[in-house]
């Protein structure tokens, strides 16, 4: 069974995952098809949401305002900076650095000349004490730009660091500028709450651009959240915002739940851990740019559906690296991994090898052809070998890797995650483990004071 979302941007293909190609170790389909059916409804009710805007993180794929202002800021905090640093953490951070990285940020040598020309762009989402000081002790603050991200306002790792940059701006004597050096991005105020970031820029007349009420962090990606790294990085939020609204148009459309195939691929990750012991998914793109949109799927997935004793643990790897690395595990192992392959279409692409070297290297098999051919032809076999190993293997093929695919790949995903929520029956919205460690971590602040 496979599913394409409009346009052809991606091409699921879960057919490496049922019981017709793993004999007694994969989904039967009848599995798969009754759980389709029952998501029959809360497709339905999803639709509803998107027309209605009832659940933002579907209709915001329609808006423009927020961009142009988003937009606007960013280009009045770039000027006369050369470095352009990201604070926040989890959601408020790897959807940005996931859109950054499709333009090259954070892989060694693949900036463009246009690049080359913005401000270099620095993200310190996990908070260490050490890092802070010395990449603060490291900048030259006079030409760096800050953008300080948290949905309450009062992350207390952001917070932290907000309030370290700006102690660092004014000790290198630029205080008077600190709303040329800041902008934050915060919810609105609310009666009764105190949001940290709020109080500090309306005292120091730092800009501020709303976070959007209704959507979480970890669904931000397609909101000003993941928006300003991505324009930071010369990548057009509009085209990003097009391709995660053709997957939406697609599942309104969709007469059928088997044609949508974020509803096929939550139905078959459910399927495969209640019925065949499959606990951990993987999610392994063969492409560099997309390194951390994995890291970005762990945080969705885990923090999602990991609740009242249910869930499957996301793990994220990255082709071929970890062929020889963490594959072992994946084909020999428990038979509790199910893989994601994500392909970019590399046959064709890259450096020619040299067909005298490769001769006498031993590389005849690659000589005088394209480096991409390598990769295209390990993604094949993995998903081959992967089969013949009775492991469960979905694959989802991207035949042009640009804004418009990776925003459908991001919202193939939220929906995926929302879908398998409901198929477990809970939440996938609210985060009540987290927020128990943030408040016990508050708790010990105050009595080590």
């Known amino acids: 069974m496979s599913g394409s979302s409009s346009a052809a941007l991606m091409h699921q293909d879960v057919g490496g995952c049922l019981d017709a190609a793993l004999p007694g170790r994969g989904l039967p389909r009848t599995s798969l098809e009754r759980r389709l059916v029952l998501l029959k409804p809360h497709l339905a009710d999803l639709a509803t949401a998107a027309e209605s805007g009832a659940l933002p993180l579907l209709s915001i794929v329609s808006e423009r305002d927020d961009v142009t202002a988003a937009a606007a800021a960013l280009a009045r905090l770039s000027e006369g900076g050369d470095t352009l640093v990201f604070f926040g953490t989890g959601g408020s951070s790897l959807g940005g650095q996931t859109l950054a990285q499709?333009?090259?940020?954070n892989i060694p040598g693949s900036a463009s000349a246009s690049q080359l020309r913005?401000?270099?762009?620095?993200?310190?989402?996990?908070?260490?004490?050490?890092?802070?000081?010395?990449a603060l002790a490291s900048m030259d603050l006079a030409r760096a730009r800050f953008v300080v991200?948290?949905?309450?306002?009062?992350?207390?790792?952001?917070?932290?660091?907000?309030?370290?940059?700006?102690?660092?701006?004014?000790?290198?004597g630029h205080g008077a500028h600190l709303d040329r050096h800041f902008l934050f991005v915060t919810e609105p105020d609310r009666p009764g709450v105190r949001n940290g970031l709020r109080a500090l820029a309306g005292e120091f007349a730092i800009p501020v651009l709303d976070h959007h009420t209704g959507i979480g962090g970890r669904y931000s990606v397609l909101s000003n959240v993941g928006l300003l790294p991505a324009m930071a990085r010369g990548l057009d939020p509009l085209a990003i915002r097009d391709g995660a609204r053709s997957v939406v148009e697609a599942m309104i459309a969709a007469r059928d739940p088997a044609d949508v195939p974020a509803a096929v691929g939550a139905a078959t990750t459910v399927?495969?851990?209640?019925?065949?012991?499959?606990?951990?998914?993987?999610?392994?793109?063969?492409?560099?740019?997309?390194?951390?949109?994995?890291?970005?799927y762990v945080q969705l997935w885990a923090e999602s559906l990991g609740k009242g004793g249910k869930g499957t643990t996301p793990l994220a790897a990255l082709g071929p690296l970890d062929q020889h690395s963490q594959l072992q595990l994946f084909m020999d192992g428990p038979p509790e991994h199910m893989l994601t392959i994500l392909r970019v279409a590399p046959r064709g692409r890259g450096t020619i090898v040299d067909a005298d070297l490769a001769r006498r290297g031993g590389l005849e098999a690659l000589a005088g052809r394209p480096c991409g051919d390598l990769v295209a032809a390990q993604g094949e076999a993995i998903a081959e070998a992967l089969r013949e190993?009775?492991?469960?293997?979905?694959?989802?093929?991207?035949p042009r890797l640009d804004e418009r695919s990776m925003g459908a790949l991001l919202m193939h995903f939220m929906l995926e995650t929302i879908l398998a929520a409901r198929l477990m029956g809970i939440d996938p919205f609210d985060q009540p483990g987290v927020e128990l460690a943030k408040r016990l971590t508050r708790d010990r602040l105050g009595r080590s004071n």
């Open 102 to 105: 499709l333009a090259g940020w």
């Open 118 to 134: 913005r401000p270099r762009t620095r993200f310190y989402d996990n908070f260490d004490p050490d890092t802070l000081e010395r």
């Open 149 to 172: 991200t948290s949905k309450s306002g009062t992350t207390v790792e952001t917070l932290t660091q907000a309030v370290a940059a700006m102690a660092a701006v004014r000790a290198a």
């Open 271 to 296: 399927g495969l851990a209640e019925d065949c012991g499959v606990h951990v998914l993987v999610m392994m793109p063969y492409a560099d740019r997309l390194g951390r949109f994995g890291h970005w």
């Open 389 to 398: 190993a009775g492991r469960p293997v979905r694959t989802i093929d991207i």
